[in-house]
């Protein structure tokens, strides 16, 4: 038992009770104002594509559109139209709900369209072809009206068959996992490797049309008796669509041990699906996406070029991949010696790193390869079959998630085979070993004097990737024959860039969703706000121009920055410690999403998407003792000992779950719902504690800031989405909440002992004062923004004032109010959103003007830093480009999220 001494029973009762009375209730405000809302929100809303060209290719797009508060019922029923106002089949679901039963979030699918479409309130249009799904077979059958397909509810092939009418297209769709028992880490011998096969243990159908149909399948890879690499995917499938997509995730949980050659390394990692081969082998076409919409456009048995001509028309034809005409109407010097002519079985393209690929191809199996060609930045498309029909395939993010590879094997029989490599076979095998011995870091005192140096939190066995995930997504056409170049060319560009649906910043902004008045759009009326949308635009810019100089790209990197620079060897800290990668640390995914949501700019969105699938995947474990907590930044995103809720913060996740209703980080959000269980397991502060400590079920230490932020915003999202717990979570949102307000110094109090089983802060027997400059910067401001929005607790939003009110205060002022200072602080210009919403809520004019002068005038960015790249050139660096040495991470998300909040806030009490 802990050694702490037990708050009052009777105060976490009283606690308790005062939370059960705010259980559904709004503020007056908001209660007030609903009326107004629901008019408002009723208006028809513009949905509009990222990206130019609409759908194109892709079998299908959902959007999430936000209400306000009050606007629409929950059985309300939408339709949309097209820019002619004809009738656009959509499906529609419920997202979110606010507290009054109201719909905060709908997701809206479609299978046609081009440019902008129209939501409103009415009947849905019913597609000419609908998904049907029929789950009573053995297979469970999704009908798109185009293709059929059978997938499996057991064993190792998960999608039996792909069909276009009567025609097969593919067949045994699986996945394929090869292991390499034994990393060489020298030149010692032949490499072993054993295959391992997806096999399948639950099947679930998630939505059954009829314009969208999902379906879940989960396993893990298996031979024999062992079965390691739980995956997890899901196949969408939309009406009148010849196309699938598939969203793959894995969750590592090999052994690799640092110092040791054995273990279980991941030498390929794919997915494969057979292809009958029915047409002769000139009519049999292969495609391979290069650069762009480049293609490498070739026959299994190719008759160009041959000393013989066979005629133009036919070499055309071959070329446009037609079916040629009957060889006897060909030139016969060149139909008399087709057996002569070689047959092209085997294609492979292999993207080992960012900037190069090569592509080869051989006759079969156990003849020499040919080389083919290549590039710098493949499309990760391709496509095989014939005049009768084929496959067309593709890998999202092909060369930034490297090392990635497409195969084609044995196209010249009835049964071609395609793979597509998530990691490329011909890479060096998947090492994720500690990359450091410990170097003698044996105690917390050792470790601690280690963080001095480095920066990094060593800690022996904790910089272990076991739970760490990686979620890839592919696409599959079914094609009655070889497509044209032009919609080859369509369907690469889809895999590039999946098109998406959006909700103008207007409505986003309207909804009063992810922290009402926090965000408003870009305005540049005054040379002030000019200034600071500049200043946005430039930081934007610099890490998306760093990304590409510094190659921040791989299968388990791509969608993470840095965190620091070092002018010294102008690169930034990649080697050293917590100043490497960033793992979300004050939070940058919230700078990049309110950037997007106010501007609804397509470059930052696909900059927040990849950060959102990284940190949501790879910085967080979803399996072992630490479910639930996500790795401080370091070298290797799993190296660091601390593992916390503000890196797994369900905050991050929110934003593209709910503009885009994506299951995948659906899953994510609602695995944290339980996390609170996690501080048995693990005290983030063990190594800095003076008092003695010990992990109680009814008594566990949790801090109000970090630590209360990431537990909240899963439970608010899970209590919002009506998930399985929503219960159980609004009980914990509530009754939390509650226990902060209670405590003597409300959020100042700095942390409290939580109750596993009753989800209740016991309330301290006396006032203490524990502030630190990181609790309010993992998105405590955006969560408690929307809390007071949607609970009417005025203790709570008291508490929170308070704090906000003190932060940027004097030491004097801090000591008047709570009888000490808050010692020594940092971060001010990011605290100065506290003082803007405070200001707000108060209606506090000094609040106001010290908001801007904590913004203008204290740490972080200022109007004299030089807004400006140097050149780097030559031997300084190992590649041209630009540096900003006087730009950091931290720095770059608190001044971003300062701005746009002071901004949006405050935007019309700027000092001259």
Same mark, same amino acid.
């Given at each position: 038992?802990?050694?702490?001494?037990?708050?009052?029973?009777?105060?976490?009762?009283?606690?308790?009770?005062?939370?059960?009375?705010?259980?559904?209730?709004?503020?007056?405000?908001?209660?007030?104002?609903?009326?107004?809302? @629901?008019?408002?929100?009723?208006? !028809?809303?513009?949905?509009?594509?990222?990206?130019?060209?609409?759908?194109?290719?892709?079998?299908?797009?959902?959007?999430?559109?936000?209400?306000?508060?009050?606007?629409?019922?929950?059985?309300?029923?939408?339709?949309?139209?097209?820019?002619?106002?004809?009738?656009?089949?959509?499906?529609?679901?419920?997202?979110?709900?606010?507290?009054?039963?109201?719909?905060?979030?709908?997701?809206?699918?479609? @299978?046609?369209?081009?440019?902008?479409?129209?939501?409103?309130?009415?009947?849905?249009?019913?597609?000419?072809?609908?998904?049907?799904?029929?789950?009573?077979?053995?297979?469970?059958?999704?009908?798109?009206?185009?293709?059929?397909?059978?997938?499996?509810? +057991?064993?190792?092939?998960?999608?039996?068959?792909?069909?276009?009418?009567?025609?097969?297209?593919?067949?045994?769709?699986?996945?394929?996992?090869?292991?390499?028992?034994?990393?060489?880490?020298?030149?010692?011998?032949?490499?072993?490797?054993?295959?391992?096969?997806?096999?399948?243990?639950?099947?679930?159908?998630?939505?059954?049309?009829?314009?969208?149909?999902?379906?879940?399948?989960?396993?893990?890879?298996?031979?024999?008796?062992?079965?390691?690499?739980?995956?997890?995917?899901?196949?969408? =499938?939309?009406?009148?669509?010849?196309?699938?997509?598939?969203?793959?995730?894995?969750?590592?949980?090999?052994?690799? /041990?640092?110092?040791?050659?054995?273990?279980?390394?991941?030498?390929?990692?794919?997915?494969?699906?057979?292809?009958?081969?029915?047409?002769?082998?000139?009519?049999?076409?292969?495609?391979?996406?290069?650069?762009?919409?480049?293609?490498?456009? /070739?026959?299994?048995?190719?008759?160009?070029?041959?000393?013989?001509?066979?005629?133009?028309?036919?070499?055309?034809?071959?070329?446009?991949?037609?079916? $040629?005409?009957?060889?006897?109407?060909?030139?016969?010097?060149?139909?008399?010696?087709?057996?002569?002519?070689?047959?092209?079985?085997?294609?492979?393209?292999?993207?080992?790193?960012?900037?190069?690929?090569?592509?080869?191809?051989?006759?079969?199996?156990?003849?020499?390869?040919?080389?083919?060609?290549?590039?710098?930045?493949?499309?990760?498309?391709?496509?095989?079959?014939?005049?009768?029909?084929? $496959?067309?395939?593709?890998?999202?993010?092909?060369?930034?998630?490297?090392?990635?590879?497409?195969?084609?094997?044995?196209?010249?029989?009835?049964?071609?085979?395609?793979?597509?490599?998530?990691?490329?076979?011909?890479?060096? !095998?998947?090492?994720?070993?500690?990359?450091?011995?410990?170097?003698?870091?044996?105690?917390?005192?050792?470790?601690?004097?280690?963080?001095?140096?480095?920066?990094?939190?060593?800690?022996?066995?904790?910089?272990?990737?076991?739970?760490?995930?990686?979620?890839?997504?592919?696409?599959?056409?079914?094609?009655?024959?070889?497509?044209?170049?032009?919609?080859?060319?369509?369907?690469?560009?889809?895999?590039?860039?999946?098109?998406?649906?959006?909700?103008?910043?207007?409505?986003?902004?309207?909804?009063?969703?992810?922290?009402?008045?926090?965000?408003?759009?870009?305005?540049?009326?005054?040379?002030?706000?000019?200034?600071?949308?500049?200043?946005?635009?430039?930081? =934007?810019?610099? *890490?998306?121009?760093?990304?590409?100089?510094?190659?921040?790209?791989?299968?388990?990197? *791509?969608?993470?920055?840095?965190?620091?620079?070092?002018?010294?060897?102008?690169?930034?800290?990649?080697?050293?410690?917590?100043?490497?990668?960033?793992?979300?640390?004050?939070?940058?995914?919230?700078?990049?999403?309110?950037?997007?949501?106010?501007?609804?700019?397509?470059?930052? =969105?696909?900059?927040?998407?990849?950060?959102?699938?990284?940190?949501?995947?790879?910085?967080? *474990?979803?399996?072992?003792?630490?479910?639930?907590?996500?790795?401080?930044?370091?070298?290797?995103?799993?190296?660091?000992?601390?593992?916390?809720?503000?890196?797994?913060?369900?905050?991050?996740?929110?934003?593209?779950?709910?503009?885009?209703?994506?299951?995948?980080?659906?899953?994510?959000?609602?695995?944290?719902?339980?996390?609170?269980?996690?501080?048995?397991?693990?005290?983030?502060?063990?190594?800095?504690?003076?008092?003695?400590?010990?992990?109680?079920?009814?008594?566990?230490?949790?801090? =109000?800031?970090?630590?209360?932020?990431?537990?909240?915003?899963?439970?608010?999202?899970?209590?919002?989405?009506?998930?399985?717990?929503?219960?159980?979570?609004?009980?914990?949102?509530?009754?939390?909440?509650?226990?902060?307000?209670?405590?003597?110094?409300?959020?100042?109090?700095?942390?409290?002992?939580?109750?596993?089983?009753?989800?209740?802060?016991?309330?301290?027997?006396?006032?203490?004062?524990?502030?630190?400059?990181?609790?309010?910067?993992?998105?405590?401001?955006?969560?408690?923004?929307?809390?007071?929005?949607?609970?009417?607790?005025?203790?709570?939003?008291?508490?929170?004032?308070?704090?906000?009110?003190?932060?940027?205060?004097?030491?004097?002022?801090?000591?008047?109010?709570?009888?000490?200072?808050?010692?020594?602080?940092?971060?001010?210009?990011?605290?100065?959103?506290?003082?803007?919403?405070?200001?707000?809520?108060?209606?506090?004019?000094?609040?106001?003007?010290?908001?801007?002068?904590?913004?203008?005038?204290?740490?972080? *960015?200022?109007?004299?830093?030089?807004?400006?790249?140097?050149?780097?050139?030559?031997?300084?660096?190992?590649?041209?480009?630009?540096?900003?040495?006087?730009?950091?991470? +931290?720095?770059?998300?608190?001044?971003?999220?300062?701005?746009?909040?002071?901004?949006?806030?405050?935007?019309?009490?700027?000092?001259?």
């Amino acid at each position: 038992m802990s050694p702490i001494p037990r708050r009052s029973l009777l105060k976490a009762a009283a606690v308790a009770g005062a939370a059960a009375q705010f259980s559904w209730a709004l503020g007056a405000r908001d209660a007030e104002a609903a009326p107004a809302a @629901a008019a408002d929100g009723a208006d !028809p809303v513009t949905l509009d594509w990222l990206e130019d060209g609409g759908l194109g290719a892709a079998p299908g797009a959902t959007v999430g559109v936000p209400w306000p508060m009050g606007a629409h019922q929950a059985d309300q029923s939408f339709a949309v139209t097209d820019a002619d106002g004809g009738h656009v089949p959509v499906q529609t679901w419920p997202l979110a709900y606010w507290p009054d039963g109201s719909l905060k979030w709908t997701a809206h699918a479609v @299978a046609t369209g081009t440019g902008k479409l129209t939501l409103t309130t009415g009947t849905p249009a019913e597609p000419a072809r609908k998904v049907t799904v029929d789950s009573g077979g053995g297979t469970i059958d999704v009908s798109t009206g185009v293709i059929t397909a059978k997938i499996g509810k +057991n064993g190792t092939t998960i999608v039996k068959s792909v069909t276009r009418g009567s025609t097969e297209i593919a067949r045994n769709g699986r996945l394929v996992l090869l292991r390499q028992p034994e990393i060489e880490d020298e030149d010692q011998g032949t490499v072993r490797t054993e295959r391992f096969d997806g096999a399948v243990s639950a099947v679930t159908v998630e939505q059954d049309g009829p314009v969208r149909a999902v379906v879940r399948v989960d396993g893990k890879h298996r031979k024999g008796d062992r079965e390691w690499l739980p995956f997890s995917l899901r196949l969408y =499938f939309y009406a009148g669509s010849d196309s699938f997509r598939m969203v793959h995730t894995i969750t590592y949980d090999g052994k690799q /041990e640092p110092g040791k050659a054995s273990g279980d390394f991941i030498r390929g990692l794919g997915v494969r699906f057979t292809v009958p081969m029915r047409d002769a082998a000139y009519d049999r076409h292969i495609r391979i996406g290069g650069e762009g919409t480049g293609l490498l456009r /070739e026959a299994v048995q190719g008759i160009t070029g041959l000393r013989r001509d066979p005629g133009a028309a036919v070499q055309a034809a071959q070329y446009e991949g037609k079916k $040629l005409p009957d060889p006897a109407t060909w030139d016969q010097r060149v139909t008399t010696r087709l057996g002569y002519i070689p047959h092209w079985g085997d294609y492979t393209l292999a993207q080992l790193s960012a900037d190069g690929f090569t592509v080869r191809k051989r006759t079969k199996k156990g003849h020499g390869w040919i080389a083919a060609g290549g590039g710098r930045r493949a499309s990760g498309f391709g496509y095989v079959g014939g005049a009768s029909g084929g $496959l067309s395939f593709g890998l999202r993010d092909f060369w930034e998630k490297f090392p990635a590879q497409l195969d084609i094997r044995d196209a010249h029989t009835d049964r071609a085979t395609v793979t597509l490599w998530l990691w490329s076979p011909e890479a060096q !095998p998947m090492d994720l070993r500690f990359y450091h011995d410990g170097m003698g870091q044996d105690t917390y005192a050792e470790q601690l004097e280690g963080l001095n140096i480095t920066y990094e939190d060593y800690e022996p066995g904790f910089g272990t990737p076991y739970g760490i995930a990686r979620t890839s997504e592919l696409l599959f056409w079914a094609n009655d024959s070889t497509p044209t170049a032009d919609t080859l060319a369509r369907q690469a560009e889809a895999v590039r860039v999946l098109p998406q649906l959006a909700a103008p910043p207007k409505q986003l902004i309207k909804a009063e969703v992810f922290g009402p008045g926090l965000y408003s759009e870009p305005d540049r009326s005054t040379p002030a706000k000019a200034r600071i949308e500049d200043h946005l635009d430039f930081l =934007f810019t610099y *890490y998306k121009d760093q990304v590409e100089m510094r190659r921040w790209y791989g299968f388990w990197d *791509y969608g993470d920055i840095m965190h620091t620079y070092d002018s010294a060897r102008h690169v930034w800290r990649y080697d050293i410690g917590g100043y490497a990668w960033d793992n979300s640390e004050l939070s940058p995914d919230l700078w990049l999403w309110y950037a997007y949501l106010r501007s609804g700019r397509s470059d930052i =969105f696909r900059f927040a998407e990849a950060m959102t699938r990284h940190t949501g995947e790879v910085d967080v *474990y979803h399996l072992g003792t630490w479910a639930g907590l996500g790795t401080r930044h370091g070298v290797q995103h799993f190296a660091d000992s601390a593992k916390q809720q503000r890196i797994a913060n369900t905050t991050y996740r929110r934003f593209y779950y709910f503009l885009t209703a994506d299951e995948r980080v659906g899953d994510l959000m609602h695995a944290n719902v339980d996390s609170d269980e996690t501080f048995l397991a693990l005290d983030p502060q063990r190594k800095v504690r003076t008092d003695p400590y010990t992990p109680d079920r009814h008594a566990l230490s949790i801090g =109000f800031g970090t630590d209360w932020s990431g537990l909240v915003s899963a439970w608010l999202t899970e209590w919002e989405r009506k998930g399985p717990k929503w219960e159980k979570a609004r009980a914990r949102v509530l009754s939390t909440m509650a226990g902060i307000a209670a405590q003597p110094n409300g959020f100042v109090q700095g942390s409290g002992l939580y109750d596993l089983d009753t989800g209740e802060f016991a309330v301290a027997d006396k006032p203490a004062v524990s502030v630190s400059h990181l609790s309010a910067v993992f998105g405590l401001n955006e969560l408690c923004a929307e809390l007071i929005h949607l609970v009417d607790m005025p203790k709570f939003k008291e508490a929170y004032l308070d704090y906000c009110r003190y932060f940027n205060a004097t030491k004097a002022e801090q000591t008047a109010r709570y009888g000490t200072s808050f010692g020594t602080l940092l971060l001010f210009q990011g605290h100065s959103r506290l003082d803007a919403y405070a200001a707000v809520q108060t209606g506090d004019p000094a609040l106001a003007k010290r908001a801007w002068a904590k913004f203008y005038n204290s740490d972080g *960015y200022t109007e004299s830093s030089p807004w400006k790249t140097e050149r780097l050139t030559g031997p300084a660096g190992l590649v041209e480009g630009a540096e900003a040495a006087w730009v950091s991470t +931290n720095d770059t998300a608190l001044y971003g999220l300062a701005a746009i909040e002071n901004l949006a806030l405050l935007g019309d009490r700027m000092p001259a």
